[in-house]
T-cell receptor, first 113, second 113 residues
Framework: DTEVTQTPKHLVMGMTNKKSLKCEQHMGHRAMYWYKQKAKKPPELMFV???????INESVPSRFSPECPNSSLLNLHLHALQPEDSALYLC????????????FGPGTRLTVL | TQLLEQSPQFLSIQEGENLTVYCNSSSVFSSLQWYRQEPGEGPVLLVTVVTGGEVKKLKRLTFQFGDARKDSSLHITAAQPGDTGLYLCAGPDGSSNTGKLIFGQGTTLQVKP
């Protein structure tokens, strides 16, 4: 089973709202990732968690706040977003160690009004 | 800095035609992954190639990793409308041990019935 799940599938929020995206995997993967993707472009890395510790923050604005409560769960907390933050947000996981392959979830389509 | 250059960026063909997508770099990669992505969905892993010169087949799709592990190709035989989507090649950033992926710019394929 190589399944990564993400909820919600779609999210519409105002610029003053606070919302969270959730990602879950039960494959025993110890590296988890958040990406942002605009239409017809490759995913852009936002954050990397390795063994539940934040290892990479790609200079993401503080209105995006990641959290890794345990090895299976990854959250992305959103606050005071801008319309240009509207995009497809993808979660991915990797076994870690020497394994390179990442498995992606179905994504959350976020619209900021 | 490692880069992956994909070509062509856009491809529109008739059902039944053959096509090849290229993913090239001046850098050596330990592996390359190919993903297919449909609009509004997450990338789905098609294959990981690891060994230089390796050829992998997935039904009508043939993947090749260059002998020097600097390039890869995806060949589709007798394309079908269900092959329509964004094809992404990706490889691990060799300067990072967090599994950060470098993506090509993607190839948008449209197969017309």
């Amino acid at each position: 089973d190589t399944e990564v799940t993400q909820t919600p599938k779609h999210l519409v929020m105002g610029m003053t709202n606070k919302k969270s995206l959730k990602c879950e995997q039960h494959m025993g993967h110890r590296a988890m990732y958040w990406y942002k993707q605009k239409a017809k472009k490759p995913p852009e890395l936002m954050f990397v968690y390795s063994y539940e510790k934040l290892s990479i923050n790609e200079s993401v604005p503080s209105r995006f706040s990641p959290e890794c409560p345990n090895s299976s769960l990854l959250n992305l907390h959103l606050h005071a977003l801008q319309p240009e933050d509207s995009a497809l947000y993808l979660c991915a996981s990797r076994l870690a160690g020497d394994t390179d392959t990442q498995y992606f979830g179905p994504g959350t389509r976020l619209t900021v009004l | 800095t490692q880069l992956l250059e994909q070509s062509p960026q856009f491809l529109s063909i008739q059902e039944g035609e053959n096509l090849t997508v290229y993913c090239n770099s001046s850098s050596v990669f330990s592996s390359l992954q190919w993903y297919r992505q449909e609009p509004g969905e997450g990338p789905v892993l098609l294959v990981t190639v690891v060994t230089g010169g390796e050829v992998k087949k997935l039904k009508r799709l043939t993947f090749q990793f260059g002998d020097a592990r600097k390039d890869s190709s995806l060949h589709i035989t007798a394309a079908q409308p269900g092959d329509t989507g964004l094809y992404l090649c990706a490889g691990p950033d060799g300067s990072s041990n967090t599994g950060k992926l470098i993506f090509g710019q993607g190839t948008t394929l449209q197969v017309k019935p």
